[in-house]
């Protein structure tokens, strides 16, 4: 299977269970999360409210929840859960090779 | 225009909010949104600080636009004045004559800066800052090399200061109580945040009066009160606010340090409710104590609340108190109200960065405050604000230990 569009991101034991952790790829920020059930998933970096990023934020099941106003979105789907939130977080496919996360961005 | 439906005055954060939120709760009448200021609704926080120092063309970010209020069906009258409410009648008259009647009425006229009262107060270098208008008037000022005298060392002041720094201006803080961030901020955190604008270049005159203000020759004095002089180009005074009450004090509804209301936003009046700045309300989490908040969050979370209650919703309001202060690259973050705690507990998280938890003599944490750069002490302060709504007592040696995670304080 071809790895094209796919880059790496961090390890897979770097994030705790529940958590998340920004990865920066040239211009592109992503947020990276591991869900309390040890999934993986990732969104762009930053709130799409005022551009605030969003790992510095908190995780609470499979929400992120933005550290300035508290914008909430479904990390899995990138859903805006509502004000003052309401334009929906870009995802990007993710899976994990070899103890590294992986993330499509092609 | 429709009448008879839902009436909001004040078009700022928490009008703009209860607005959309009558609509999100699915009230399908007439609102009407009524603003003084010409501007549609806008966010005032970045007014001190993103705004101050941006480098283009300043703009402010709507938290409701003109398109957006058409879209959801939002009357929005800006560059109005409700000048009455003839509560009698269910409606608000307008200072050009016009009368709206509602069904039930939200007042959110916030607040307004507190002005100095010393002689030659009065002069056309003295600077207040609330508005956009004032925000550039401020910006304009704030030239490289200007001397900048800010009166008064609460968060406006301060945010102002490390922008003027940041504007290349050489910056003085006056402040009459003993310490800066006396209300609000525990006294080892406003030492760091101190520290940090000393390191930027800010000098402090703390515990010093004001006595009068004059110019000459293009230079401004501030006299204090104990003789000294300070020579500046520019002062900002940010003294604190003043909640925006007359209209309710007119229209005979009770005020006690803002508009007084209930513990679900209701004023005396059942059909006027009042959120925001301009209201004080009585905190179950503080033993019922009324505090009145100035704070992004709480404009926000009361906006909401009121409108679903103005439907016929019975919520209470009980969010912990929460504000943010930018300052350079760090940022101070508090959650719920420190002032009757009798114990502190520190918490060093590497970088600068501090956080501090107050507990109440029974142990329960009443409130946390931190200093730091954002990724280091959001989420630390967010479930902090967890622990304190819960009421939890957390064990003081815990909260001190940075390996302790908080997220296993609250789920124990
Ligand atoms: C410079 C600055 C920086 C800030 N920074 C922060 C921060 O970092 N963190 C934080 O938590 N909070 C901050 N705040 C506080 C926050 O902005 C306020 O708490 C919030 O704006 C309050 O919203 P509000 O809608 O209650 O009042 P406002 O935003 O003041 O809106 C009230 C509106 O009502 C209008 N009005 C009043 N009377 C009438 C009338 N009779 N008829 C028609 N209209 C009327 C006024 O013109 C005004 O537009 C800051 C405030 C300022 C000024
Ligand atoms: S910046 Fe994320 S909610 Fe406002």
Sequence with gaps: ?106 | MADGGMVIVGAGECGARAAQALREAGWSGAVTLIGEESLPPYERPPLSKALMVAAGEPQVAHPLTRDAAAQKGIDLLLGARVAEIDREAHAVILADGRRISYVKLLLATGARPRRLAVPGADSRDVLYLRSFADALAIRERLRAGARLCVIGGGFIGLEVAASAVARGCRVTVVEVTPRILMRGVPAPLAELIARRHEQAGVRFRVGAGIARISESAGTVKIGLADGDEIECDVIVAGIGAAPETLLAARAGLAVENGIRVDDRLRTSDPDIFAAGDCCSAPHALYDGRRIRLEAWRNAHDQGNLAARNMLGGDQRYEAVPWFWSDQYEMTLHVAGLADQATKHVKRDLGDGAELHFHLAGDGRLLAASGFGPLGKVAREIRLAEMLIQKGAKPAPDQLAAPEVKLKSLLNA
């Design chain 1, 1 to 106: 299977m071809s790895n094209a569009g796919w880059i790496e991101t961090c390890r897979a034991d770097e994030i705790d269970e529940e958590d998340v952790l920004r990865f920066d790829h040239g211009s592109l920020t992503l947020a990276i999360y591991r869900s309390a059930d040890g999934k993986y998933y990732a969104t762009d970096g930053l709130c799409t409210h005022e551009q605030v990023h969003l790992a510095d934020g908190l995780v609470m099941g499979d929400i992120i929840e933005c550290p300035m106003h508290n914008g909430r979105f479904d990390y899995r789907t990138g859903e805006a859960k509502g004000a003052p939130v309401c334009v929906n977080l870009k995802t990007y496919p993710v899976k994990v090779e070899g103890g590294r996360v992986l993330v499509q961005i092609g």
